[in-house]
């Protein structure tokens, strides 16, 4: 549940934007269900309106290959670390934290089933954070006062996703060339 459940918008839109659209046809599978239900009612009410000379829908186009596979790793911490320092009271410091999410995909022929290519990509995900730090004593010594500021920037792990998905694509695609 760390990384989004619906990577395959980020695979559709990949596949429709590679070579200008003119790549890949990219067919509706993941809501075929609504799709067949929806031709269903249209054929339905063409028949109720028309009657049995309603001109039918076209034919579902079929695909010649499948792309399978998914985000398969999601990795907390693999890189931390930071540092900082005070003089006097004064001083600042950093923390890091990287994130690795991993998406593999799969070209598998329909018509024999064969995994023609298969790809595994991993993408970091980086976290940042500053901080500015002032402590002083005051009331001789007896008391302290301490103030502290700081902003962190966390990269998207929807981005990094799209990101892996659409370098997935590019080496599916590379692969797909080199074996012909």
Do not use: C, H
Request: hydrophobic share 40%; charged share 20%.
């Amino acid at each position: 549940s760390a990384v989004t459940q619906g990577a395959d918008a980020f695979l559709v839109k990949a596949l429709q934007d590679v070579g200008n659209g003119r790549w890949f046809t990219v067919l509706e599978r993941g809501g075929i269900d609504n799709l067949i239900k929806e031709r269903q009612m249209i054929r339905q009410m063409r028949e109720m309106y028309q009657g049995k000379d309603a001109k039918p829908l076209p034919p579902m186009i079929f695909a010649g290959i499948l792309l399978e596979g998914g985000i398969v790793g999601y990795d907390s911490n693999t890189l931390t670390g930071g540092a900082g320092v005070r003089i006097f009271g004064i001083g600042g410091s950093t923390q890091y934290q990287s994130d690795t999410v991993t998406v593999n995909l799969r070209a598998v022929s329909v018509a024999t089933g064969e995994v023609l290519t298969s790809v595994t990509v991993t993408k970091t995900v980086l976290s940042y954070m500053d901080k500015v730090t002032l402590m002083r004593f005051i009331n001789d010594g007896t008391n302290s006062v301490e103030g502290e500021v700081g902003g962190s920037i966390n990269e998207s792990i929807n981005k990094a996703t799209s990101l892996a998905v659409q370098a997935a694509v590019v080496d599916t695609i590379r692969e797909g060339a080199r074996k012909g």
